[in-house]
């Protein structure tokens, strides 16, 4: 997947005040889409994070796995090209491989592998399976130009015999018992090779598929092309995951009724709403002050302990700006937060929108 784009205004939820008024920033809430959680149709749908490379690192999905409601998660992917890396680059990449491939709540981890040459990518996984990852997962979904114009990530998807020499080969080296998976969009340009690319992969050997309902082209423009997934999900007989445009319990209901898919990965709206994995499983969830003021606070103590003091700013700025869509009190922080450049000024913020520090 590439970098984390803001998410499109119009299918995110709408904000309102209790009361219908202005004032205290804290007593604002979410306006949710009211629909049926998925377990009410009678089945257990699994519910997974999704890789977001240059947004979602360790930080981020300790924080989301904490509060809770993934069956697993995958970390931004490993890009493999011209050499097999030192096991450092992948403890880099996924600091979870020190700590059994789980992130600090328990919920597994799996490592993503993107590259272009089959036999180079399956030398790779090897040394990752020698590693005891949660699991393996090969990038064809990628849209970011540079990632492409070396062959990488959603580029793949004009070569479908490609796709499967790199999934056969990697196959080869994933041990028994290990999961493997591989996320892919619809196509380049448009989605009329993404059954073959998709049988490509289950004939290689993956044991399941994450599609995404999306072109290369389309980057992250709604809407996402449902009909596409089905048609995938009908052709293949490994199990398939629905990915994109999953903002609310109401489009997740959408996209399982329009896809067949029981399973649900979510990407940019686990980043707006934390909590709406909760939310999909028929969850109570808190409101700002007893769940998402809590971790923004771990989120930012984190940062400020691992993040050079002339980064840290930026990286809660980036969370923010897609936080706000989905919390009114994270676009008035936004507000305040964006022009400050000194964390302990961040601090002064935080404090008195009631967001508990370490230090404090």
């Known amino acids: 997947m590439g970098r984390l784009e803001q998410p499109h205004p119009h299918p995110s939820p709408p904000l309102e005040r209790e009361g219908g008024k202005s004032g205290d920033a804290r007593k604002l809430q979410p306006r949710l889409h009211p629909s049926p959680p998925l377990e009410e149709e009678g089945e257990k749908p699994r519910i997974l994070l999704a890789p977001m490379e240059g947004f979602a690192d360790d ?13 697993w998660c995958v970390c931004a992917f490993i890009r493999i090209s011209g050499n097999v890396l030192p096991r ?3 403890f880099n990449a996924c600091p979870e491989l020190q700590h059994g491939s789980r992130t600090a709540a328990g919920t597994p981890v799996r490592v993503q592998l993107m590259g272009c040459d089959p036999a180079l990518l399956a030398a790779n996984a090897a040394r990752l399976a020698g590693m005891a990852p949660a699991g393996i997962d090969l990038n064809f979904g990628c849209p ?12 793949l998807l004009d070569d479908p015999e490609r796709m499967h020499c790199i999934a056969a080969a990697v196959r080869q080296v ?29 004939a290689g050997g993956v044991d399941e598929l994450v599609v995404h309902g999306r072109t290369r082209d389309d980057f992250y423009r ?6 596409w997934i089905a048609r995938v999900r009908e052709a293949v007989d490994v199990p398939v995951i629905a990915n994109g445009e999953i903002w609310n319990p109401a489009d997740a209901a959408r996209c399982r009724a329009e896809t067949g ?3 649900l990965m979510l990407g940019r709206g686990a980043a707006a709403d934390p909590f709406l994995a909760r939310r999909l499983r028929g969850e109570a969830v808190p409101g700002w002050e007893e769940g998402m003021a809590p971790a923004l606070a771990q989120f930012w103590n984190v940062v400020r302990r691992k993040v050079l003091p002339c980064h840290a700013p930026g990286r809660l700025k ?6 706000r869509h989905a919390w009114p009190q994270a676009e008035m922080l936004h507000r305040q937060i964006r022009p400050l450049r000194r964390p302990q000024d961040i601090d002064a913020v935080l404090r008195a929108m009631g967001v508990r520090l370490e230090w404090a």
């Open 318 to 323: 980036q969370w923010l700006g897609t936080l």
């Open 88 to 90: 450092r680059a992948f």
């Open 144 to 155: 970011a130009p540079l990632v492409n114009e070396h062959g990488g990530g959603a580029a």
């Open 174 to 202: 994933v041990p028994q018992g290990m999961p493997y998976s591989a996320k892919m969009r619809l196509g380049v340009s448009d989605p009329g090779r993404a059954v073959e690319c998709a049988q490509a992969l289950a």
């Open 261 to 263: 898919c029981a399973d």
């Open 222 to 227: 709604p809407p996402a092309r449902y009909a």
């Open 59 to 71: 930080v981020l999905r300790d924080v989301l796995t904490r509060i809770g409601g993934y069956d």
